[in-house]
């Protein structure tokens, strides 16, 4: 059942639409491990573990001895942004990472310069970019992209690519027609729908010349049919969306403990404070709409109210991000869940979450990217929803509800990985330990 | 592969060594549930569901259309206690149900009177009971406990018992040689052997008769080598310990989270105020580290220190529980995580969890006397690890590390379900979602 | 110096223009506490002492013994509303107080029942009233509370009245020309004038008849010059705004404390999650306007950033309010102070307060009645600002600057009744204890 | 009655027993001033400002332009350690700083080095110290300390010394006839009566030489008779104890605004985690004894349980401190209050204050020790009681209760520099500011 994957040999390029902070704090990151100034901590492509066999064997290899994955060693990064500055320049604003963190990789970040990028104030109203590209249509900026790509890869010596959508969320917009087919979509491009985003453009980008896409914001992207199929045509891997970090993922692990115990849920408040540009970026409400619809979702398969009614029927559930400029990228969430129990007894649950939005998000990041590499060798096609356990709204085949319990996530990740590689599967089922004594 | 279970006909005697605060929360629930004046929220048995088959199939049967499980009509509740209070009093002295939540109950829980039980002050300090057995030796309690049992039984008409220890924590202490062996167990019962305390006495006359014993308090108990002997000896199933309920079901919710995503733990700090019985009893420095003990031990597995020195290897575990009269039953914890990220980024977690101590622990009570109930007619025997779900501190096969993740054991609950009745194990693999579609 | 003061002989009418939770638990509690079931707890009047003399002199009378104020079993109250519900019906539709603690009330509140309101659907968009005032011009309905006063302090014997705006909070307005004087408002009252509101209806009616009245709402109503001038004329004593009970009071609680330090504030967030009907309310952009207003000013005053402009200077101070269903009355607050210290050291603070809007407000409602009934007595007329202690946005004398610390709001009560018995004012100086020691 | 003060001439030696962590945070950020690296923030002797007159008089000097202190450029630093390390290394290790703050101080905190200091593992059980003095008897050591403090004197030429200590919390004892007289206290330093803790050694050293001490620790120190009695004799002014600093700091602006509402306290619970040295030396029961009595007394004299039997009278205040090494100095108090309002309805209060705890403290040290210089050259001796607004356990004129209300402290401070000054005292009344318009 093992299938053939190819060996990740010569150098990835990542591209990122996209260089602010997650962008140069994934790039810090990587350089600064590669020098051993710091552990890639919070990724499993470089510090996970897979368990093999039973708990007693313990075998538990790297995921990266495991399976074969790109050396950080040999990841390129570029990318497009709506500024010019560097990478060095940008780590510096973004607040995110201590000067004495930035400065052993100056020279190195010096060099990561972005190309122009695509930009539409319908889908992004706050902020006021000096580094973008200009053509007559939006199939024509596709092009651009594409040689963009290609010129990299070239310059850059790589053997492979994959596009990873870094940049701000964009206004919300829902699926239309223009969505619906290759054709459509193209058509599209070519008449400047306005239902096409910048993000749709370097999906189709990528995906058109069969190069992997992951989208880390909540826009519509590459979720659309038109882009599934396209991705289908092209053998091309693809997965979204919004990076899971901070307060939903918290929420992710949370809401299947509840269930798991079947506590009910009157009601779910969560609040964020955030300063830096992401949370200047969400206080546009429609900018905002598309971030709350993602973050809003992850509660229903996971408690499953129509199985629940008495439980989970009515709870409410609501959402706020606010600006707040003291805190920079020093996001901090406050939830407070009403729970009931036993005979209908209230409880409560508050949770205080002081996170940094770009740490969380950098090694989803970089585990997206080298998983998603994979899967291109492995000749895997289409939405990879192995992959949910990265994204706040995870993509699925059409009408597949998405699986949103981190911990499910993971173990379909896992078990993934496993299936590839003719590994059993593990179901915890554990009974054989008692085998002969057991039972009677 | 299915197996062969009997039929849960007959009445099943619950019999509760402790009717204190979570035995009558237990007993009021139920009588409630029965007369349809409350749902029995919380309980797997009762309220939830089991998916069998594939996400798409829809097949969600309820656990007890799913496997045969005695019927809440046909429970029979009775028990010993310290003190001679009936239960109808107790409910009202506990501090946990409103007044009008207990009065339309009356009738039946003033006849729900505690026999006399066994006590020893070395093992629990803080109280002064007039409830009490005299006897030469343990083992004469211990005939006692038998002829209560069996009288119970015949009195009540019951097919089955179940013997549940939801008394006090008692005051810690380690195994030593009389727990060796069903001899020696013996042997120190009719010697008076200071190391056998009163649960285990409870255990053993539970356990010697063939009945089903569980252990709701962190307590030695049934978890030593000479109680598991006689439960293969007698096919009896064993259980336990210490109902899993506030801040350490909260533990192993999060716990997992942080293990699933490799962000670091430099620190746990946890403090729990509260103010009924249980804190009071807690306030003694013995009984306090039975339960610390119990507590503590849920980090080491789920993290997998060894296998991630540099994430866990040093992390600081403290955990605090305070008697705190203004809160009686309403308990509160507070948790504190000092965790890390990407580039060694240091982050918070807190948790202010404001539970209802018997509330919560009832229904796993209910549902660890139904499971372990299915299990005797399942001609199942000995520890019963796929209850761990329902337990801080899991008993296991000797030298089998616990599973603490509450996660991997529910899976593990749910899984040895399916297996009994010969369903296909879930492992959300889920590839076969997109199988004509996901490869090239 | 000492004034002269009436006695409080008689019958002291309390009127409230909005019977809904927070006058019905005034009410509830105020026939509690005459009959002995509970305590006036929060109230200076009914409770609080004050201290005369030196720390050593130990002279701590009761307030109400050492001013003369009216007695509980001297106040009738009434009021009007937008519905037709009793006082029994509203307090079991309110969700405030335990059934238990509702129906030994329930012959007197029954026949508490609300005289038909004023309304406008300008200033309260989100109710559909069922008891309203029909009438020409707003003078036509100013007349018609006029004559429902009287016809009160007729009927029910009063030899006082106290008007006190227990209502709903109205959609933000800002003071324009019709506000100016007395004639202009009596000219906008003819002419249906939009910028009058019903609060200001009902002030004017009070404050005409030379009935003193109190804004418990942060609506303009008797903080224009008109109002005031017009209480002058009659010789009423007016006060308002905005009862401070929850979040507002904690914050002129502790900012004062982090003044006193000289520690820095980069940033206050709060925010506020309640389910009733003042929530309701003020999901409504308009009437959020207001209460932001009233809630946000009460830094400024004591911060003083003109003093401290590298303490407080860029200060950001963020209010949200929230309907959150689940939570009915029972209100919840968080608030997150970024603040820096010595050398620019940053540290947070986070405050979870549970409250509860009415119970914290009735008691505040019951001293500004009796208060204000004791200057009418005293002689004392327009704006009362030894009340601002209970106030979130206090009136003062135009261009005086409001003193929003509590400490020195009660220094300034406590001190004003001193000085109007003739007692000395307390300066904490307290060098005389060390008189003969302190000197070399 | 404005009295004579001595200009502050010439240098000002401050004398720290005690060079840790707060010792070189203040020191540091004295030098750090001085030279425009950053404000002297949190401390009223350099940023804070006075109000004279009325409110709308506008007259605001800074506190330091109003009373004559010492200038910082004119203090001097010097002390006793029981390591030899020097300030530079101190401040490395004490983890409070940046080394980005430190290193621009390098050259002059490696000068200042420690002298030998007096010992006594009886009352500082958890280090090992390697700079300590040998003498015969406590008295000779008294000797040493009196040689060293006028050899510092004579070193740096100053014109006027200040003794603060700075150190750890010695173990806790009690008062005892040795602490009696001035001539019991010199006959138990001659036979080293065990009774006489190292820092009742400096304080005698200090105080007989008629040099002003402080106490920031809560030991007892100069807090017995016999001290105060010496005080008197050498015209010198004494005070402690305790730096009010993070939570108890938080709890006397609190517990004052619950006293003002009269809202009913049932418990407080306070607990704290921190990793410094003060931690590890309070992880001792003993030493923790002194701290717990230290923060205990502050909520009676606040909330007067004799005065307000029903809401105060029953309150359970329970405090603790808990080692935790993940934090370091970076200090985090949790208090959770459950409070209880009209009609007794419950509601609770949780506070969570990450603070830092020498960057808190080092701004009181400053302020104590220029304002103790201010009362010496005021002629003041004995008891300092004007400067309780620093102190945790505020010393007083035997017999006479604390005063622990912050904000009654900073009036009395404020009060006692106008009262020097001749000003007149601040009382809040402002009824003179409606004296035209307010009587009818």
Known sequence: MKREIKKAEGKLGILLPGMGAVATTLIAGVLASRKGLSKPIGSLTQMGTIRLGKRTDKRN?????????????DVVFGGWDLFTDNAYETAN??????????????????????????????????????????????????????????????????SRIVVLWCASTEVYSAQTD??????????????????????????YAAVKLGYPYINGAPNLSCDVPAMVELSHRTNTPIMGKDFKSGQTLMKTILAPGLRARLIG?????????????????????????????????????????????????????????????????????????DIFGWMNYKMQIKINFSCRDSILAAPLALDLA?????????????????????????????????????????????????????EDLITHLGLDYYENELFA
Chains 1, 2, 3, 4 share one sequence.
């Not at 992004?124 to 010129?151: F, H, R, S, W, Y």
């Open 61 to 73: 290899p790297l995921i990266k001895d495991f399976v074969s994955l790109a050396n950080l060693d």
């Open 93 to 158: 604003k973004a607040g995110v990472l201590e000067k004495s963190d930035i400065e052993p990789l100056k020279d190195e970040l010096i060099k990561i310069k972005p190309m122009t990028a695509v930009y539409d104030h319908k889908y992004l109203v706050n902020l006021t970019p000096n580094n973008i590209k200009e053509g007559p249509t939006k199939m024509d900026l596709a092009q651009q992209l594409m040689a963009d790509i290609e010129n990299f890869k070239k310059e850059n010596n790589c």
């Open 178 to 203: 223009v969505h619906a087919t290759v054709e459509s979509l193209e058509e599209g491009l070519r008449n400047n729908d306005p239902n096409i985003s910048p993000s749709m453009i370097y999906a």
């Open 265 to 337: 849920l009157d009601g779910w408040f969560s609040t964020n404070i955030l300063g830096n540009r992401d949370g200047e970026v969400l206080d546009d409400p429609g900018s905002f709409k598309s971030k709350e619809v993602s973050k809003s979702g992850v509660l229903h398969d996971i408690l499953e109210p129509e199985l629940f009614p008495e439980l989970y029927g009515n709870t409410y559930h609501k959402i706020r991000i606010e600006y707040y400029p003291p805190r920079g990228d020093f996001k901090e969430s406050w939830d407070c869940l």
């Open 370 to 422: 080298l998983f998603i590499d994979l899967a291109k060798r492995a000749d895997m096609r289409g939405v990879q929803e192995w992959l949910s356990f990265y994204c706040k709204s995870p993509q699925t085949a059409q009408g597949l509800p998405a699986q949103n319990d981190v911990f499910k996530q993971l173990e379909k990740l896992e078990n993934t990985l496993r299936y590839l590689k003719g």
